[in-house]
């Protein structure tokens, strides 16, 4: 059993940054992959970015290429979000989740999810 407990959110003007961090309990962190999804007002969850168990690859969404960066450090037991240049589109609950998945972009694959924090951008 994993808990993620994620925390970094806020209301920042478009352009600003944001980094979010997702803090895992229990020694099976650094034994999953971690993704970042969001969730806007109306919309389905999607997915933002992933992290290998060893932090040797990442993947992102084309949206936040360029923008978003993932990381993790492992002694820590931590993943973050280094969210750069943010636009209104980013506004949504982003959530954490820890898991072996197939496919490192499918939610459904993930087993373990944190509560969630705001991210609201302004124009």
């Known amino acids: 059993q994993v808990q993620l407990v994620e925390s970094g959110g806020g209301w920042v003007q478009e352009g600003d940054s944001l980094r979010l961090s997702c803090t895992a309990s229990g020694r099976a962190f650094r034994s999953y992959a971690m993704g970042w999804f969001r969730q806007a007002p109306g919309a389905e969850r999607e997915f933002v970015a992933a992290?290998?168990?060893?932090?040797?690859?990442?993947y992102a969404t084309d949206s936040v290429k360029g923008r978003f960066t993932i990381s993790r450090d492992n002694a820590e037991n931590t993943v973050y979000l280094q969210m750069n240049s943010l636009k209104p589109e980013d506004t949504a609950v982003y959530y954490c989740?820890?898991?072996?998945?197939?496919?490192?972009?499918?939610?459904?694959?993930?087993?373990?999810w944190g509560q969630g924090t705001q991210v609201t951008v302004s124009s």
């Open positions: 989740a820890a898991g072996s998945p197939v496919m490192l972009t499918s939610g459904s694959q993930y087993p373990y």
């Open positions: 992290i290998r168990r060893s932090g040797t690859s990442t």
